[in-house]
């Protein structure tokens, strides 16, 4: 007899681009393109720098967006908890980049993933969504639409 599995939530389609929420950052509305050739995601910062706690433990110190984004808020972020990744960036190059998990909102849900940390300042747009995320919340693309996840919460978002 085949064993019964706990039925899965249905996949939802977003579009080739979304607007996302970063609660944590108090972010919102951020433009970010979905990229199914990319396995993680990718957050547009500078000023990115490591500290040294005075225990000896190294703290990650950044500003997410740029002062020409609406968003920005010019508030430094810090984590204790990070990484650093040898990342293939879209032209083929491996960097190294810090990475870091983060909580993005989509459909009104919260999805914490991984997010690598560079300059998307010759991007057009400064977040990436990429395949981790998408198979965690169970989403499909449809290149033909945009802003899926955000109209489903705010009605007045044109596609």
């Known amino acids: 007899m085949k064993k019964a599995h706990p039925r899965r939530p249905p996949k939802r389609i977003v579009g080739r681009r979304e ?66 990744r040898d990342i293939r960036s879209s032209n083929g190059e491996v960097q190294e980049r810090y990475v870091i998990r983060a909580v993005i909102r989509l459909f009104g849900e919260d999805f914490e993933t991984e997010f690598s940390l560079s300059d998307r300042s010759d991007m057009k747009y400064p977040v990436l969504i990429g395949r981790l995320l998408l198979r965690r919340a169970r989403l499909m693309v449809d290149v033909s639409r945009r802003n899926v996840s955000y109209k489903s919460q705010h009605l007045h978002i044109a596609e």
């Open 19 to 84: 607007l996302v929420d970063f609660p944590q950052f108090q972010l919102r509305g951020v433009e970010a393109k979905v990229d199914t050739g990319a396995f993680t995601g990718a957050i547009h910062c500078s000023n990115i720098h490591v500290d040294t706690l005075p225990d000896g433990r190294p703290l990650l110190r950044v500003l997410l967006l740029d002062d020409a984004h609406p968003a920005f808020h010019g508030r430094p972020l810090q984590f204790e908890e990070f990484s650093l």
